[in-house]
């Protein structure tokens, strides 16, 4: 049987505003309250509403056999908050279907795992607990930010208690001659890991709507197609998974209701359900689904879902990015020592790794796309206002 695992990511950051030198010292409104609600209001209108309506008729309709798993950051349900709280109420109103699963991941969608293990465990209690408090659900499964995976993280995790599978990039330097369609071990044999099926996922994320490519337009029947042929590599009737791991921004706002992406969605659980060897799973079903002892994978370097690298790259690559993030970590360090709880929150909201996203300078397409996401004029600008913010808050200190 191969089983289908929609798992979505639902995250905003808070973006800077233009923040200049002549204000550092005067104040800390470091972040761009208007741009911040008129992106929430927009996605909420052409995503997150419309998307999980559709989603919660799906899961009536058929009784729960459909199954999809979301990991929202602590950043986006703030803004849903204050910007937008229908959205919130739509997320709550899934919750209460008990046919969606929430994950486990960092409060405010940071690296901190690469720079400071004590303030990355302590944005995953965070995120737990936000978890519990607005949706009832603790969560079983994790996925980092962007999906970053390396071996030392599965020894953080052992920290916390609960967790029996991590997310991770299905990246052939990994996984050379194995299929992301099984069910992994971590290194040290503590958690299952399941692996993103990238190039379907990615033929529903970015090529859905690309009339220059080659398999346009994507029908519900030739992806179920796709899937079924999937599932004859197995020969001894284990149970697969195949991973479709995405922003949620996919329904609606990178894909626009026009290129039909909602009835592609709304057609393809019905097409399921038609075809014997395929249905929907929960990335936590996977524990109780093994009928097979899976092999323990390594990842001795940190892997993510960015750019064709699929590496640190989108994040740490140039100069301006590895001092604007060491920076903030000497910075966040202190705040922390000197027992500044009344900068901590502002500052946490600067860990997001978009903010370093944003000061990316590569070219061709993964360049077009850190542009398109970015609300600044040039990596360059995102990095002064960045670090302007950082002398403003140290200023503060």
């Known amino acids: 049987m191969l089983h289908i695992v929609f798992y979505f990511q639902v995250h905003q950051p808070y973006r800077l505003r233009p923040y200049s030198v002549l204000d550092i010292g005067q104040n800390l409104n470091f972040f761009d309250e208007d741009l911040n609600r008129a992106v929430i209001r927009k996605v909420g209108e052409k995503c997150y509403l419309p998307a999980n309506q559709l989603i919660k008729e799906l899961i009536e309709r058929y009784e729960g056999a ?3 798993a979301y990991s929202i950051t602590g950043v986006v349900i703030e803004q849903f908050r204050a910007y937008y709280p229908e959205v919130l109420d739509s997320f709550k109103e899934l919750a209460r279907t008990g046919c969606v699963e929430f994950l486990g991941e960092t409060y405010y969608h940071s690296l ?8 990355f465990l302590s944005q995953i209690r965070m995120h737990r607990k936000l978890m519990m408090d607005e949706f009832g659900f603790r969560p079983v499964v994790f996925r980092n930010t962007e999906l970053i995976y390396q071996d030392q993280l599965a020894d953080s995790l052992e920290e916390e208690e609960g967790f029996q599978v991590i997310l ?20 040290n044999h503590r958690f299952f890991l399941l692996l993103k099926y990238y190039s379907l996922a990615d033929d529903i994320a970015f090529r859905f709507s690309n009339r220059a490519w080659s398999e346009f337009p994507l029908t519900t029947e030739k992806f179920i197609y796709w899937l079924s042929k999937l599932s004859l590599v197995e020969k001894g009737r284990r149970n697969l998974f195949v991973n479709l791991f995405m922003d949620y921004e996919t329904f609606g706002e990178h894909q626009w209701k026009e290129t039909g992406i909602f009835e592609f969605m709304r057609h393809l659980p019905e097409k399921v359900f038609d075809s014997p060897n395929l249905s929907f799973a929960w ?5 109780q689904m093994m ?4 092999e323990a994978l390594s990842y001795p370097q940190p892997v993510s879902w960015a750019d064709t690298e699929r590496d640190l790259s989108a994040w ?6 590895f001092n604007a993030c060491e920076t903030y970590y000497e910075i966040l360090s202190e705040i922390q020592s000197r027992g500044r709880s009344d900068l901590l929150e502002i500052a946490r909201k600067l860990s997001t790794s978009d903010h370093f996203y944003y000061m990316c300078t590569k070219y061709f397409q993964d360049g077009d796309v850190h542009k398109y996401f970015s609300p600044y004029q040039s990596p360059e600008q995102a990095y002064m206002f960045y670090m302007n913010a950082l002398a403003g808050l140290r200023e503060r200190l």
């Open 283 to 287: 990335p936590s079903d996977v524990p």
């Open 316 to 321: 740490l690559e140039n100069d301006l990015q």
């Open 291 to 294: 009928d097979y002892s899976p």
């Open 112 to 119: 901190a795992f690469q720079f400071d293990k004590a303030e």
């Open 168 to 187: 991770a990039e299905g990246a052939e330097k990994i996984l050379k001659w194995r299929s992301p369609l099984y069910a992994y071990r971590t290194y």
């Open 66 to 68: 459909f199954k999809v």
